[in-house]
C-alpha cells in the first residue's frame, strides 16, 4: 500500500467569497455602492482585496454586525447602514449583498428593504438586495448573482428595439474594453453589462470621487428586456444564476451562450454561432478588395502583419471593417508608443488607422 502524505493547503478565503463577486458586478452599474449585511471584518477584507488587485480606490459600505446582532438579528444596523451610504455617497443604486453570517441567523433582507423605502418615502435611489452567503458559491456565483438580480430589477416591459444585450463573465477591465472595441468596429448597437472597465481601471482624474464614473447606466439595463438577443459569454454559469436564460424565459429575448473569445478557434466558432442566429446579425467574413481593411481577434501578430493582405492566414480568421481604406503609398504617418507596427519593405507600404493609430504593412 502507498504511503499517504498530508500537507497543509493555503486558501485565500477572501478571493472565493461569494458577496465579493456581487461587489464587483455592482461596480459595474452607474453610480452605485455597495453595502455588505455582515460584519465588519467581512467588508473589509473585500475591500482590501478589491483595491490590492485593480490598484483603484473602492468604498464598501458594512451594516457591522456582532454578536448582539447575531442574536437578536440586524436590521436596524442594516436601516442605519443605509442611511449613512445615503447621506456620505448620495448614489442612485445600492447593491446590498448577504453574508454568511446573515444567512444562518435567517436576515429576511427584501422585506427589511422594502419596509426601510416605505418608511424613509426614499425616492431616486434603487435598493437591490441579492443573497450570496459563501456557503452556497464562490466569487464566480456571486457575480452572476448580482448581474441576474440588477436585470430582474430594471428589466420591464421595455419597448422592442435592434440592440442586442451583451453579458459578461467576471473578467478584467482591459478585456471588457476589447470587447467594446470589436463592437464598436463591427457597428453594433449593444448594452453591456455589467460595465467595469472605467470604474475599476480609470486614468488618474486629479481629484478623488467617492464613486468613481462610469459603469452600465439603469436606463440602458431597462431597455435589455426588448433587445434583439442576448450574447451571454457564460457556458460556465448555472441555469438558474444565467442573467440571458431569465431575459429569455421572461421577456422573449433569444439566447446566444458563447464561451469567451479567446485564442483562434473559440472567436471563430463565435462569430459561426452569431451568424446562424436570426436574431443577431454579425459580420461575414469578407474577401480581401482595393476598399477595404483587415483586423483580427484576438490582435494581429506582427508574423500576420508581414504577411500582408494577400496571405492565407490573414484571410482565414480576419474581418473586414468599414470605413477603412486601405492605401498604397508610404507611410508618413507614425505610430504612437504602444502601436504595433510592421518594418516597411522596399517600394511601398500601406497605412489603415485604427481607434487613432496608423499601423504600416509592408
Known amino acids: 500500500m502507498s504511503e499517504m502524505r498530508a500537507k497543509a493547503v493555503n486558501e485565500n478565503q477572501c478571493s472565493m467569497c461569494m458577496p465579493l463577486g456581487g461587489i464587483i458586478a455592482f461596480k459595474g452599474v452607474e453610480n452605485s455602492m455597495s453595502l455588505v449585511h455582515g460584519s465588519q471584518g467581512c467588508s473589509t477584507y473585500m475591500r482590501l482585496t478589491t483595491i490590492e488587485h485593480y490598484n483603484e480606490p473602492v468604498d464598501i459600505a458594512s451594516s457591522s454586525l456582532n454578536e448582539k446582532q447575531?442574536?437578536?438579528?440586524?436590521?436596524?444596523?442594516?436601516?442605519?447602514?443605509?442611511?449613512?451610504?445615503?447621506?456620505?455617497?448620495?448614489?442612485?443604486?445600492?447593491?446590498?449583498?448577504?453574508?454568511?453570517?446573515?444567512?444562518?441567523?435567517?436576515?429576511?433582507?427584501?422585506?427589511?428593504?422594502?419596509?426601510?423605502?416605505?418608511?424613509?418615502?426614499?425616492?431616486?435611489?434603487?435598493?437591490?438586495?441579492?443573497?450570496?452567503?459563501?456557503?452556497?458559491?464562490?466569487?464566480?456565483?456571486?457575480?452572476?448573482?448580482?448581474?441576474?438580480?440588477?436585470?430582474a430589477y430594471y428589466a420591464g416591459l421595455a419597448e422592442k428595439h435592434d440592440g442586442i444585450n451583451v453579458i459578461i463573465p467576471h473578467i478584467s477591465p482591459a478585456d471588457i474594453r476589447e470587447i467594446k472595441r470589436i463592437l464598436d468596429l463591427m457597428g453594433a448597437k449593444y448594452t453591456l453589462l455589467p460595465d467595469y472597465s472605467m470604474t475599476l481601471d480609470r486614468p488618474y482624474g486629479g481629484q478623488y470621487t467617492k464613486i468613481a464614473p462610469g459603469g452600465t447606466s439603469p436606463a440602458d439595463i431597462a431597455r435589455m428586456g426588448g433587445a434583439k438577443a442576448t450574447i451571454q459569454f457564460g457556458l460556465t454559469c448555472p441555469d438558474e444564476l444565467s442573467p440571458g436564460l431569465y431575459l429569455q424565459q421572461e421577456h422573449g429575448v433569444p439566447l446566444i451562450n458563447l464561451p469567451l473569445p479567446i485564442g483562434l478557434e473559440t472567436p471563430t466558432a463565435s462569430f459561426a454561432r452569431c451568424r446562424r442566429s436570426p436574431a443577431a446579425r454579425c459580420p461575414k467574413p469578407s474577401r480581401w478588395s482595393g476598399a477595404g481593411c483587415w483586423t483580427a481577434w484576438p490582435t494581429l501578430t506582427s508574423t500576420t502583419l508581414a504577411a500582408g493582405p494577400s496571405s492565407t492566414a490573414s484571410r482565414s480568421w480576419s474581418t473586414r471593417l468599414p470605413d477603412c481604406v486601405w492605401r498604397t503609398g508610404p507611410c508618413q504617418q507614425s505610430?504612437?508608443?504602444?502601436?504595433?507596427?510592421?518594418?516597411?519593405?522596399?517600394?511601398?507600404?500601406?497605412?489603415?488607422?485604427?481607434?487613432?493609430?496608423?499601423?504600416?504593412l509592408p
Not at 338 to 344: D, K, L, Q, S
Open 335 to 360: 505610430s504612437p508608443r504602444g502601436a504595433v507596427t510592421a518594418r516597411p519593405l522596399q517600394g511601398s507600404s500601406s497605412c489603415w488607422p485604427r481607434q487613432g493609430r496608423t499601423r504600416c
Open 70 to 151: 447575531t442574536i437578536y438579528g440586524g436590521e436596524a444596523n442594516l436601516l442605519k447602514a443605509l442611511d449613512n451610504v445615503i447621506r456620505v455617497y448620495r448614489p442612485k443604486v445600492i447593491g446590498v449583498v448577504t453574508t454568511c453570517l446573515a444567512e444562518t441567523i435567517g436576515e429576511d433582507l427584501d422585506r427589511m428593504v422594502e419596509k426601510y423605502l416605505k418608511d424613509r418615502s426614499i425616492d431616486g435611489i434603487d435598493i437591490i438586495p441579492v443573497a450570496t452567503p459563501s456557503y452556497s458559491g464562490s466569487m464566480t456565483e456571486g457575480f452572476w448573482a448580482a448581474t441576474k438580480a440588477l436585470i
